[in-house]
Protein backbone atom coordinates (compact mmCIF):
# COMPACT_ATOMS: atom_id res chain seq x y z
CA UNK A 1 0.00 0.00 0.00
CA UNK A 2 1.30 3.50 -1.04
CA UNK A 3 1.76 5.55 2.43
CA UNK A 4 2.08 9.52 2.49
CA UNK A 5 2.48 11.42 5.16
CA UNK A 6 0.08 14.12 2.91
CA UNK A 7 -2.29 12.77 0.64
CA UNK A 8 -4.28 15.31 -1.55
CA UNK A 9 -7.57 13.85 -3.10
CA UNK A 10 -8.08 15.89 -6.35
CA UNK A 11 -5.48 17.14 -9.49
CA UNK A 12 -7.06 20.49 -10.04
CA UNK A 13 -5.22 24.40 -9.43
CA UNK A 14 -5.65 23.85 -6.01
CA UNK A 15 -4.21 20.51 -4.97
CA UNK A 16 -1.17 22.21 -7.04
CA UNK A 17 -1.50 24.82 -4.74
CA UNK A 18 -1.55 22.70 -1.91
CA UNK A 19 1.21 20.87 -3.05
CA UNK A 20 3.32 23.78 -2.98
CA UNK A 21 2.30 25.05 0.28
CA UNK A 22 3.21 21.60 1.60
CA UNK A 23 7.05 21.79 0.31
CA UNK A 24 7.44 25.35 1.34
CA UNK A 25 7.46 24.17 5.22
CA UNK A 26 8.15 20.38 4.42
CA UNK A 27 10.92 19.56 1.88
CA UNK A 28 11.11 16.06 2.02
CA UNK A 29 7.60 14.35 3.88
CA UNK A 30 6.23 11.51 1.77
CA UNK A 31 3.60 13.10 -0.46
CA UNK A 32 0.79 11.75 -3.09
CA UNK A 33 -1.99 13.20 -4.92
CA UNK A 34 -5.13 11.14 -6.88
CA UNK A 35 -6.59 13.19 -9.25
CA UNK A 36 -9.33 11.68 -11.50
CA UNK A 37 -8.51 13.47 -14.72
CA UNK A 38 -5.70 12.13 -16.75
CA UNK A 39 -3.89 15.26 -17.29
CA UNK A 40 -1.57 16.57 -14.38
CA UNK A 41 -2.96 19.88 -12.55
CA UNK A 42 -2.99 23.07 -14.88
CA UNK A 43 -4.31 26.47 -15.03
CA UNK A 44 -8.18 26.22 -15.99
CA UNK A 45 -8.64 29.97 -16.47
CA UNK A 46 -6.79 30.02 -20.05
CA UNK A 47 -9.28 27.67 -21.32
CA UNK A 48 -12.50 29.90 -21.90
CA UNK A 49 -10.12 33.15 -22.35
CA UNK A 50 -5.86 32.58 -23.31
CA UNK A 51 -6.06 29.84 -25.43
CA UNK A 52 -8.40 31.19 -28.05
CA UNK A 53 -6.35 34.39 -28.05
CA UNK A 54 -3.29 32.56 -29.27
CA UNK A 55 -1.84 31.79 -26.15
CA UNK A 56 0.46 28.97 -25.93
CA UNK A 57 -1.49 25.38 -24.70
CA UNK A 58 1.89 24.20 -22.97
CA UNK A 59 1.77 27.20 -21.04
CA UNK A 60 -1.13 25.80 -18.99
CA UNK A 61 0.41 23.02 -16.82
CA UNK A 62 1.80 23.86 -13.40
CA UNK A 63 4.70 21.90 -13.10
CA UNK A 64 3.08 19.87 -10.02
CA UNK A 65 5.49 16.93 -11.04
CA UNK A 66 8.47 18.61 -10.21
CA UNK A 67 7.88 18.93 -6.60
CA UNK A 68 8.87 15.54 -5.56
CA UNK A 69 5.56 14.26 -5.14
CA UNK A 70 3.88 11.08 -6.60
CA UNK A 71 1.10 11.72 -9.23
CA UNK A 72 -1.86 9.40 -9.63
CA UNK A 73 -3.46 10.32 -12.47
CA UNK A 74 -6.30 8.88 -14.22
CA UNK A 75 -7.69 7.18 -10.69
CA UNK A 76 -10.94 8.19 -8.52
CA UNK A 77 -10.85 7.74 -4.85
CA UNK A 78 -14.48 6.10 -3.86
CA UNK A 79 -13.68 5.60 -0.08
CA UNK A 80 -12.26 7.61 3.13
CA UNK A 81 -11.98 5.47 6.26
CA UNK A 82 -10.61 8.42 8.59
CA UNK A 83 -10.67 5.79 11.16
CA UNK A 84 -7.45 3.89 9.18
CA UNK A 85 -6.66 6.80 7.72
CA UNK A 86 -6.66 5.46 4.07
CA UNK A 87 -8.09 6.12 1.21
CA UNK A 88 -9.14 3.77 -1.62
CA UNK A 89 -9.78 4.36 -5.23
CA UNK A 90 -11.74 2.60 -8.03
CA UNK A 91 -9.33 0.04 -8.94
CA UNK A 92 -9.41 -1.01 -5.55
CA UNK A 93 -5.84 0.71 -4.39
CA UNK A 94 -5.52 1.34 -0.63
CA UNK A 95 -3.32 4.17 0.02
CA UNK A 96 -2.86 5.37 3.69
CA UNK A 97 -2.34 9.25 4.96
CA UNK A 98 -1.55 10.76 7.93
CA UNK A 99 -2.93 14.62 6.69
CA UNK A 100 -5.51 14.13 4.16
CA UNK A 101 -6.63 16.69 1.97
CA UNK A 102 -10.01 17.32 -0.10
CA UNK A 103 -9.49 19.06 -3.20
CA UNK A 104 -12.21 17.93 -5.23
CA UNK A 105 -13.33 20.82 -6.87
CA UNK A 106 -17.02 20.43 -8.61
CA UNK A 107 -18.97 18.96 -11.10
CA UNK A 108 -20.60 20.92 -13.80
CA UNK A 109 -24.42 20.83 -13.63
CA UNK A 110 -26.14 18.50 -16.66
CA UNK A 111 -29.28 19.39 -18.47
CA UNK A 112 -31.75 16.19 -17.54
CA UNK A 113 -31.74 15.99 -21.27
CA UNK A 114 -29.34 16.05 -24.31
CA UNK A 115 -26.88 13.15 -23.29
CA UNK A 116 -23.42 13.79 -24.64
CA UNK A 117 -24.08 16.04 -27.23
CA UNK A 118 -23.68 18.75 -24.52
CA UNK A 119 -20.31 19.82 -23.67
CA UNK A 120 -19.92 20.70 -20.32
CA UNK A 121 -16.93 22.86 -20.17
CA UNK A 122 -14.79 22.65 -17.39
CA UNK A 123 -11.75 20.31 -18.26
CA UNK A 124 -8.84 19.87 -20.71
CA UNK A 125 -10.60 17.46 -22.26
CA UNK A 126 -13.95 20.02 -22.81
CA UNK A 127 -11.67 22.20 -24.35
CA UNK A 128 -9.48 19.72 -26.83
CA UNK A 129 -13.06 18.74 -27.88
CA UNK A 130 -14.55 22.36 -28.26
CA UNK A 131 -11.39 23.64 -30.10
CA UNK A 132 -11.55 20.45 -32.93
CA UNK A 133 -15.26 21.58 -33.66
CA UNK A 134 -14.66 25.36 -33.67
CA UNK A 135 -11.79 24.49 -36.54
CA UNK A 136 -14.74 23.43 -38.75
CA UNK A 137 -17.54 25.78 -40.11
CA UNK A 138 -19.83 24.18 -36.99
CA UNK A 139 -22.51 26.63 -35.64
CA UNK A 140 -23.08 26.90 -31.69
CA UNK A 141 -25.81 27.03 -29.25
CA UNK A 142 -24.14 28.43 -25.36
CA UNK A 143 -26.31 27.59 -22.84
CA UNK A 144 -26.06 29.56 -19.80
CA UNK A 145 -25.34 33.37 -19.51
CA UNK A 146 -22.61 33.56 -16.66
CA UNK A 147 -19.04 33.50 -15.86
CA UNK A 148 -18.32 30.26 -18.12
CA UNK A 149 -20.97 31.01 -20.56
CA UNK A 150 -20.23 34.53 -21.01
CA UNK A 151 -16.48 33.65 -21.80
CA UNK A 152 -16.55 30.70 -24.39
CA UNK A 153 -19.43 32.66 -26.42
CA UNK A 154 -16.86 34.93 -26.66
CA UNK A 155 -13.97 32.60 -27.04
CA UNK A 156 -15.60 31.40 -30.03
CA UNK A 157 -17.33 34.53 -31.59
CA UNK A 158 -13.57 35.73 -31.87
CA UNK A 159 -12.62 32.75 -33.60
CA UNK A 160 -15.28 33.78 -35.97
CA UNK A 161 -17.92 31.36 -35.24
CA UNK A 162 -21.88 31.45 -35.14
CA UNK A 163 -22.85 31.29 -31.42
CA UNK A 164 -26.30 32.15 -29.85
CA UNK A 165 -26.41 32.32 -26.31
CA UNK A 166 -29.26 31.44 -24.86
CA UNK A 167 -30.10 32.18 -20.86
CA UNK A 168 -33.23 32.91 -18.67
CA UNK A 169 -32.30 35.72 -17.13
CA UNK A 170 -32.85 39.37 -18.67
CA UNK A 171 -29.21 39.65 -19.87
CA UNK A 172 -25.39 38.62 -19.56
CA UNK A 173 -24.29 38.06 -15.78
CA UNK A 174 -27.52 39.46 -14.90
CA UNK A 175 -26.60 37.57 -11.47
CA UNK A 176 -24.01 39.58 -10.68
CA UNK A 177 -23.98 43.12 -12.50
CA UNK A 178 -26.85 45.90 -11.78
CA UNK A 179 -29.59 45.66 -14.48
CA UNK A 180 -28.07 48.74 -16.73
CA UNK A 181 -24.55 46.81 -16.78
CA UNK A 182 -25.69 43.72 -18.20
CA UNK A 183 -28.53 45.08 -20.38
CA UNK A 184 -25.74 46.81 -21.98
CA UNK A 185 -23.98 43.67 -22.63
CA UNK A 186 -26.81 42.03 -24.45
CA UNK A 187 -26.09 45.07 -27.11
CA UNK A 188 -22.65 44.30 -26.78
CA UNK A 189 -22.51 40.71 -27.34
CA UNK A 190 -25.15 41.16 -30.43
CA UNK A 191 -22.20 44.46 -31.82
CA UNK A 192 -19.73 41.12 -31.58
CA UNK A 193 -21.97 39.52 -33.91
CA UNK A 194 -23.51 36.95 -31.00
CA UNK A 195 -27.36 36.20 -31.33
CA UNK A 196 -28.25 36.86 -27.88
CA UNK A 197 -31.77 34.57 -26.71
CA UNK A 198 -32.49 36.45 -22.87
CA UNK A 199 -35.02 35.23 -20.98
CA UNK A 200 -35.37 31.92 -22.32
CA UNK A 201 -35.40 27.94 -20.89
CA UNK A 202 -33.98 25.34 -22.77
CA UNK A 203 -36.71 22.57 -22.55
CA UNK A 204 -34.86 19.56 -24.72
CA UNK A 205 -31.98 18.92 -26.65
CA UNK A 206 -33.24 16.81 -29.75
CA UNK A 207 -30.74 15.58 -32.66
CA UNK A 208 -26.68 14.50 -32.05
CA UNK A 209 -23.98 16.46 -33.38
CA UNK A 210 -23.90 18.37 -36.51
CA UNK A 211 -28.08 18.49 -35.95
CA UNK A 212 -28.74 19.69 -32.93
CA UNK A 213 -32.03 21.08 -32.25
CA UNK A 214 -32.19 23.99 -28.96
CA UNK A 215 -35.96 23.62 -27.98
CA UNK A 216 -36.36 26.71 -25.81
CA UNK A 217 -39.87 28.31 -24.50
CA UNK A 218 -38.80 31.15 -26.59
CA UNK A 219 -37.95 28.98 -30.08
CA UNK A 220 -36.12 26.15 -31.32
CA UNK A 221 -32.31 26.95 -32.44
CA UNK A 222 -30.78 24.26 -35.35
CA UNK A 223 -26.81 24.07 -34.46
CA UNK A 224 -24.36 21.92 -34.98
CA UNK A 225 -22.96 21.59 -31.31
CA UNK A 226 -24.24 22.65 -27.91
CA UNK A 227 -21.69 24.07 -24.85
CA UNK A 228 -23.47 24.69 -21.36
CA UNK A 229 -22.17 26.52 -18.37
CA UNK A 230 -25.08 25.98 -16.06
CA UNK A 231 -23.27 25.95 -12.42
CA UNK A 232 -21.16 23.46 -10.66
CA UNK A 233 -21.95 21.16 -7.66
CA UNK A 234 -19.36 20.54 -5.35
CA UNK A 235 -17.99 17.12 -4.97
CA UNK A 236 -18.99 16.71 -1.33
CA UNK A 237 -19.59 12.69 -1.35
CA UNK A 238 -16.33 11.46 -0.24
CA UNK A 239 -16.94 14.29 2.79
CA UNK A 240 -20.63 13.05 3.33
CA UNK A 241 -20.02 9.41 3.40
CA UNK A 242 -17.06 9.54 6.17
CA UNK A 243 -19.30 11.85 8.18
CA UNK A 244 -17.96 15.17 8.17
CA UNK A 245 -19.30 18.50 8.26
CA UNK A 246 -20.71 19.85 5.11
CA UNK A 247 -22.69 22.29 4.36
CA UNK A 248 -22.83 23.42 0.20
CA UNK A 249 -19.30 22.54 1.01
CA UNK A 250 -16.97 20.96 3.35
CA UNK A 251 -17.11 22.93 5.94
CA UNK A 252 -13.51 24.09 7.06
CA UNK A 253 -12.52 25.64 10.00
CA UNK A 254 -9.80 28.70 9.49
CA UNK A 255 -7.23 26.49 9.80
CA UNK A 256 -8.71 24.68 7.12
CA UNK A 257 -9.36 21.49 9.15
CA UNK A 258 -12.73 20.14 8.09
CA UNK A 259 -14.51 18.48 11.50
CA UNK A 260 -11.79 15.27 11.46
CA UNK A 261 -8.22 17.33 12.60
CA UNK A 262 -6.58 15.34 10.27
CA UNK A 263 -8.57 16.23 7.06
CA UNK A 264 -8.52 19.68 5.29
CA UNK A 265 -10.70 20.54 2.43
CA UNK A 266 -9.98 24.31 -0.24
CA UNK A 267 -10.73 25.13 -2.97
CA UNK A 268 -14.27 25.37 -4.92
CA UNK A 269 -14.71 22.19 -2.20
CA UNK A 270 -14.87 24.28 0.94
CA UNK A 271 -17.16 26.34 2.69
CA UNK A 272 -15.10 28.70 5.25
CA UNK A 273 -16.18 32.05 7.00
CA UNK A 274 -14.88 35.08 5.89
CA UNK A 275 -14.35 37.77 8.67
CA UNK A 276 -14.56 41.13 6.23
CA UNK A 277 -17.69 39.76 5.14
CA UNK A 278 -19.03 37.96 8.28
CA UNK A 279 -20.33 35.26 6.94
CA UNK A 280 -19.86 31.65 5.33
CA UNK A 281 -19.01 31.30 2.14
CA UNK A 282 -17.76 28.70 -0.68
CA UNK A 283 -15.91 30.39 -4.05
CA UNK A 284 -15.50 29.23 -7.13
CA UNK A 285 -12.36 31.43 -8.63
CA UNK A 286 -9.05 31.08 -9.10
CA UNK A 287 -7.42 33.72 -5.86
CA UNK A 288 -9.56 31.38 -3.39
CA UNK A 289 -8.31 28.09 -5.43
CA UNK A 290 -3.98 29.15 -5.36
CA UNK A 291 -4.33 30.72 -1.73
CA UNK A 292 -6.39 28.33 -0.18
CA UNK A 293 -4.86 25.76 -1.80
CA UNK A 294 -1.43 26.68 -0.40
CA UNK A 295 -2.37 28.01 2.75
CA UNK A 296 -4.15 24.19 3.46
CA UNK A 297 -0.49 22.94 2.14
CA UNK A 298 0.98 24.96 5.03
CA UNK A 299 -1.28 24.28 7.84
CA UNK A 300 -0.95 20.11 6.77
CA UNK A 301 2.94 20.71 7.40
CA UNK A 302 2.16 22.39 10.79
CA UNK A 303 2.31 26.23 10.15
CA UNK A 304 -0.07 28.01 12.23
CA UNK A 305 -2.63 29.75 9.70
CA UNK A 306 -5.90 31.29 9.62
CA UNK A 307 -7.67 31.59 6.09
CA UNK A 308 -8.96 35.07 6.63
CA UNK A 309 -8.36 35.79 2.98
CA UNK A 310 -11.35 37.39 0.93
CA UNK A 311 -10.58 36.03 -2.62
CA UNK A 312 -11.15 38.22 -5.75
CA UNK A 313 -11.92 36.84 -9.26
CA UNK A 314 -11.82 38.65 -12.62
CA UNK A 315 -13.19 37.83 -16.08
CA UNK A 316 -12.96 39.36 -19.67
CA UNK A 317 -15.71 39.17 -22.10
CA UNK A 318 -14.37 40.17 -25.25
CA UNK A 319 -12.58 43.81 -25.02
CA UNK A 320 -13.78 44.31 -21.39
CA UNK A 321 -12.51 42.89 -18.59
CA UNK A 322 -12.90 43.26 -14.63
CA UNK A 323 -11.93 42.16 -10.95
CA UNK A 324 -14.00 42.74 -8.38
CA UNK A 325 -14.02 41.33 -4.78
CA UNK A 326 -17.08 40.34 -2.46
CA UNK A 327 -20.36 39.87 -3.17
CA UNK A 328 -21.73 41.02 -6.59
CA UNK A 329 -25.31 40.52 -5.54
CA UNK A 330 -27.24 43.28 -7.98
CA UNK A 331 -30.27 42.59 -5.23
CA UNK A 332 -28.30 44.75 -3.11
CA UNK A 333 -27.73 48.78 -3.13
CA UNK A 334 -25.86 50.03 -5.93
CA UNK A 335 -23.92 52.90 -6.58
CA UNK A 336 -22.18 53.17 -10.01
CA UNK A 337 -19.21 55.36 -10.49
CA UNK A 338 -18.39 55.16 -14.08
CA UNK A 339 -15.58 57.21 -15.77
CA UNK A 340 -17.05 55.64 -18.78
CA UNK A 341 -20.45 54.32 -19.14
CA UNK A 342 -20.06 50.71 -18.95
CA UNK A 343 -16.86 50.86 -20.85
CA UNK A 344 -14.92 51.70 -17.14
CA UNK A 345 -15.54 52.91 -13.47
CA UNK A 346 -16.63 51.08 -10.48
CA UNK A 347 -19.87 49.65 -9.03
CA UNK A 348 -20.07 49.26 -5.20
CA UNK A 349 -22.83 46.95 -3.64
CA UNK A 350 -23.63 48.03 -0.14
CA UNK A 351 -26.07 46.52 2.47
CA UNK A 352 -26.80 48.81 5.38
CA UNK A 353 -24.35 51.41 4.62
CA UNK A 354 -21.10 48.60 4.62
CA UNK A 355 -19.69 47.99 0.91
CA UNK A 356 -20.13 44.12 0.37
CA UNK A 357 -18.42 44.17 -3.09
CA UNK A 358 -17.12 45.85 -5.43
CA UNK A 359 -16.95 45.46 -9.30
CA UNK A 360 -13.86 46.82 -10.83
CA UNK A 361 -15.06 47.12 -14.48
CA UNK A 362 -11.77 47.87 -16.70
CA UNK A 363 -9.56 49.14 -13.46
CA UNK A 364 -6.87 47.06 -12.40
CA UNK A 365 -4.86 46.64 -9.76
CA UNK A 366 -7.18 48.33 -6.88
CA UNK A 367 -8.03 45.28 -5.32
CA UNK A 368 -6.67 45.74 -2.25
CA UNK A 369 -8.31 49.20 -2.08
CA UNK A 370 -11.88 47.29 -2.40
CA UNK A 371 -10.90 44.84 0.34
CA UNK A 372 -10.27 47.67 2.54
CA UNK A 373 -13.67 49.41 1.99
CA UNK A 374 -15.44 45.95 2.47
CA UNK A 375 -13.63 45.70 6.41
CA UNK A 376 -14.31 49.55 6.69
CA UNK A 377 -17.75 49.44 8.69
CA UNK A 378 -18.79 52.55 7.06
CA UNK A 379 -21.43 53.67 6.75
CA UNK A 380 -20.91 54.83 3.50
CA UNK A 381 -23.29 56.84 1.39
CA UNK A 382 -23.28 57.33 -2.42
CA UNK A 383 -21.30 61.08 -1.89
CA UNK A 384 -18.76 59.19 0.32
CA UNK A 385 -17.61 56.24 -2.38
CA UNK A 386 -17.63 58.91 -5.97
CA UNK A 387 -13.89 59.03 -7.02
CA UNK A 388 -13.46 56.90 -3.87
CA UNK A 389 -11.19 54.81 -5.67
CA UNK A 390 -9.87 56.44 -9.15
CA UNK A 391 -11.04 54.60 -12.48
CA UNK A 392 -7.71 55.11 -14.29
C1 LIG B 1 -13.18 27.12 -17.96
C2 LIG B 1 -12.98 27.83 -16.65
C3 LIG B 1 -12.57 29.15 -16.63
C4 LIG B 1 -12.39 29.81 -15.41
N1 LIG B 1 -12.01 31.11 -15.42
C5 LIG B 1 -11.83 31.76 -14.25
C6 LIG B 1 -11.48 33.14 -14.22
O1 LIG B 1 -11.36 33.78 -15.25
N2 LIG B 1 -11.29 33.74 -13.02
C7 LIG B 1 -11.43 33.07 -11.85
O2 LIG B 1 -11.24 33.67 -10.79
N3 LIG B 1 -11.78 31.77 -11.83
C8 LIG B 1 -12.00 31.10 -13.00
N4 LIG B 1 -12.38 29.79 -13.00
C9 LIG B 1 -12.56 29.10 -11.72
C10 LIG B 1 -11.30 28.40 -11.24
O3 LIG B 1 -10.65 27.81 -12.31
C11 LIG B 1 -11.70 27.38 -10.17
O4 LIG B 1 -12.14 28.09 -9.04
C12 LIG B 1 -10.56 26.43 -9.82
O5 LIG B 1 -10.16 25.70 -10.94
C13 LIG B 1 -11.00 25.47 -8.70
O6 LIG B 1 -9.96 24.58 -8.45
P1 LIG B 1 -10.15 23.27 -7.55
O7 LIG B 1 -8.86 22.56 -7.66
O8 LIG B 1 -10.66 23.66 -6.22
O9 LIG B 1 -11.33 22.43 -8.22
P2 LIG B 1 -11.40 21.73 -9.68
O10 LIG B 1 -10.80 22.62 -10.69
O11 LIG B 1 -12.81 21.31 -9.86
O12 LIG B 1 -10.48 20.47 -9.53
C14 LIG B 1 -10.85 19.35 -8.78
C15 LIG B 1 -10.15 18.16 -9.34
O13 LIG B 1 -10.38 17.05 -8.47
C16 LIG B 1 -10.73 15.91 -9.21
N5 LIG B 1 -11.55 15.03 -8.37
C17 LIG B 1 -12.81 15.25 -7.93
N6 LIG B 1 -13.23 14.21 -7.19
C18 LIG B 1 -12.21 13.31 -7.16
C19 LIG B 1 -12.04 12.04 -6.56
N7 LIG B 1 -13.00 11.47 -5.85
N8 LIG B 1 -10.88 11.41 -6.76
C20 LIG B 1 -9.88 11.98 -7.47
N9 LIG B 1 -9.99 13.18 -8.07
C21 LIG B 1 -11.15 13.83 -7.91
C22 LIG B 1 -11.45 16.47 -10.41
O14 LIG B 1 -11.45 15.55 -11.49
C23 LIG B 1 -10.66 17.73 -10.71
O15 LIG B 1 -9.56 17.47 -11.53
C24 LIG B 1 -12.62 29.11 -14.22
C25 LIG B 1 -13.05 27.79 -14.24
C26 LIG B 1 -13.24 27.15 -15.43
C27 LIG B 1 -13.73 25.73 -15.46
Redesign the pocket.
Known sequence: MPEYKYLI???????DAAVKGIRVVDAEGSLGL????KDPPYD??P???GLWKGKDFESIWRGTQDESVELHLG????QIDPEAGTVTDEKGTEYSYEKLLL????TPRRLPFGGDSVIY???VEDYRRLQVLAQSEATFAVIGGG??GS?ITAALAMNERDVAMIFPESGVGALQFPAELSTFLNQYYEEHGVTVVPGATVEAIEGGHGHVHVVTDAGVLHVDAVVAGIGIQP?TE?AEASGLEVEDGVVVQPTLQTSDPNIYA????ARFYNPALDRKMRV??????NTM?EMAGRSMAGETISYDHLPY???DLFELGYEAVGDLDPELEIVSDWAEPFKKGLVYYLKDGRVRGVLLWDVWGKVDQARTLIADSGPFTEADLIGRIAAE
Open positions: IGGGMTAIGAERPLTKSRVEATGGYRRFIENLAGDVEHEDNAGFYS
